[in-house]
């Protein structure tokens, strides 16, 4: 438990979370399904997935991109910004996967090539 030099901050299940200069990401599970928690200071947002099963979550914090892994489907992105207003729209980032069963991401990065923007993935 916590004492004078800690505090709690999340209090609840995570498959996944990251934190980030005071920034909070958690990937969660209860009994409806799966929801993203973004918290900054006392702002809070909670962001309610799709029936998709959510494996795990990596973020890119220098580009704001939020990966989520799925068993089944594949890997999919959104952005920072997009949490932070209390929404998503996810899109799928498959190309080249040798499988959609994705149980953890070890690592993703975005990179611009010319006018395209290239992922890579670590396994």
């Given at each position: 438990m916590?004492?004078?030099?800690?505090?709690?901050?999340?209090?609840?299940?995570?498959?996944?979370?990251?934190?980030?200069?005071?920034?909070?990401?958690?990937?969660?599970?209860?009994r409806?399904?799966?929801?993203?928690?973004?918290?900054?200071?006392?702002?809070?947002k909670?962001?309610?997935?799709?029936?998709?099963?959510?494996?795990?979550?990596?973020?890119?914090?220098?580009?704001?991109?939020?990966?989520?892994?799925?068993?089944?489907?594949?890997?999919?992105?959104?952005?920072?910004?997009?949490?932070?207003?209390?929404?998503?729209?996810?899109?799928?980032?498959?190309?080249?996967?040798?499988?959609?069963?994705?149980?953890?991401?070890?690592?993703w990065?975005v990179?611009?090539?010319?006018?395209?923007?290239v992922f890579?993935?670590?396994?």
């Open positions: 916590c004492d004078d030099t800690c505090r709690v901050v999340y209090d609840g299940y995570a498959v996944s979370f990251s934190v980030n200069n005071g920034e909070l990401i958690v990937l969660s599970k209860d409806v399904g799966y929801k993203l928690v973004y918290r900054y200071g006392s702002a809070e909670e962001i309610r997935l799709d029936d998709r099963t959510f494996t795990d979550m990596v973020v890119d914090w220098n580009k704001r991109v939020v990966f989520l892994s799925t068993y089944g489907e594949g890997v999919f992105y959104t952005t920072l910004d997009e949490v932070k207003k209390g929404y998503v729209t996810l899109t799928a980032v498959n190309d080249g996967l040798l499988t959609q069963n994705q149980k953890s991401c070890l690592r990065s990179s611009v090539c010319g006018n395209s923007e890579s993935v670590e396994v």
